[in-house]
């Protein structure tokens, strides 16, 4: 099953980045998104190569699009001497624990008279929700907006828009591949926390994969915070990866997500 979420995450990424392939996973890139850390990175899956040859062929194929050199890596055997010539090499680096969830179990919620939910198919739509995201920091801030111009145009994107009240609020997005989809770009604004809006968006969300005769929903939560609220719509995890993120420059991952 988790050869489906594979095949599913490398679709999302091609979505937004030019993909190369490498005898140790991919280069992904987008000159027009710089700092759009998603589509600028090498994936390293296995560690048989030379390390230093591999981060000297990645440090230069990124240096000379003038992007900033950045590695992930899925932490399988072997990943540790290949960390340890990152840091002789100057990366800095930070790890996750990185759950993954899919859909299983249907819970029944009650919509809130004051909740409307639409799919983001007007410019009026799409700047309410373009104007919510980029106020998240852990979707990366003013940067969405290129982001979400992007995905707006591509036919694999849904976007919905959740107003409370008749105010926009928040926003998530299924992102669709064969028989597979995921959920993404959760947001809410944070003076509408703490009311089940989540909840409500996800379940109209739910609906549609089921008409679609979608198989697997799946979504990947960046924190065990979020892993519990998903598990309270019916997402359970069924599996948990250690992840890493080594850079050259700029901000961590983790910076971004605290807003800093």
Same mark, same amino acid.
């Given at each position: 099953?988790?050869?489906?979420?594979?095949?599913?995450?490398?679709?999302?990424?091609?979505?937004?980045?030019?993909?190369?392939?490498? !005898?140790?996973?991919?280069?992904?890139?987008?000159?027009?998104?710089? !700092?759009?850390?998603?589509?600028?990175?090498?994936?390293?899956?296995?560690?048989?190569?030379?390390?230093?040859?591999? @981060?000297?062929?990645?440090?230069?194929?990124?240096?000379?699009?003038? #992007?900033?050199?950045?590695?992930?890596?899925?932490?399988?055997?072997?990943?540790?001497? %290949?960390?340890? =010539? #990152? /840091?002789? !090499?100057? %990366?800095?680096?930070?790890?996750?624990?990185?759950?993954?969830?899919?859909? +299983?179990?249907?819970?029944?919620?009650?919509?809130?008279?004051?909740?409307?939910?639409?799919?983001? *198919?007007?410019?009026?739509? /799409?700047?309410?929700?373009?104007?919510? +995201?980029?106020? @998240?920091?852990?979707?990366?801030?003013?940067?969405?907006?290129?982001?979400?111009?992007?995905?707006?145009?591509?036919?694999?994107?849904?976007?919905?828009?959740?107003?409370?009240?008749? @105010?926009?609020?928040?926003?998530?997005?299924?992102?669709?591949?064969?028989? !597979?989809?995921?959920?993404?770009?959760?947001?809410?604004?944070?003076?509408?926390?703490?009311?089940? #809006? @989540?909840?409500? #968006?996800?379940?109209?969300?739910?609906?549609?994969?089921?008409?679609?005769?979608?198989?697997?929903?799946?979504?990947?939560?960046?924190?065990?915070?979020?892993?519990?609220?998903? /598990?309270?719509?019916?997402?359970?995890?069924?599996?948990?990866? /250690? *992840?890493?993120? =080594? %850079?050259?420059?700029?901000?961590?991952?983790?910076?971004?997500?605290?807003?800093?």
């Amino acid at each position: 099953m988790l050869e489906k979420f594979e095949q599913l995450d490398r679709a999302y990424v091609s979505s937004f980045a030019n993909i190369v392939d490498t !005898d140790w996973g991919y280069l992904a890139y987008n000159e027009h998104q710089p !700092d759009y850390y998603d589509a600028n990175h090498a994936y390293i899956s296995t560690f048989n190569q030379s390390h230093h040859e591999v @981060i000297e062929e990645v440090s230069r194929f990124y240096q000379e699009k003038q #992007l900033t050199p950045r590695f992930y890596l899925t932490l399988n055997k072997g990943y540790e001497e %290949f960390l340890a =010539a #990152l /840091k002789e !090499d100057g %990366f800095q680096y930070e790890e996750f624990m990185s759950p993954l969830q899919l859909w +299983e179990t249907k819970v029944a919620v009650e919509v809130h008279p004051a909740v409307t939910i639409e799919e983001v *198919t007007t410019e009026a739509a /799409k700047q309410n929700a373009i104007a919510i +995201e980029c106020q @998240i920091d852990e979707l990366g801030g003013e940067i969405r907006e290129q982001a979400f111009e992007a995905e707006y145009a591509h036919p694999a994107y849904t976007h919905y828009l959740l107003s409370y009240n008749g @105010i926009p609020c928040s926003t998530a997005c299924i992102f669709q591949h064969h028989h !597979d989809a995921r959920l993404e770009s959760v947001a809410t604004l944070k003076e509408f926390r703490g009311k089940g #809006l @989540i909840g409500q #968006l996800i379940t109209h969300m739910q609906h549609v994969v089921t008409e679609r005769g979608i198989e697997r929903f799946w979504v990947a939560p960046i924190n065990e915070q979020v892993e519990k609220v998903y /598990k309270k719509s019916g997402f359970n995890t069924v599996a948990i990866f /250690k *992840t890493g993120h =080594a %850079f050259l420059g700029g901000k961590s991952i983790k910076d971004i997500q605290n807003g800093q």
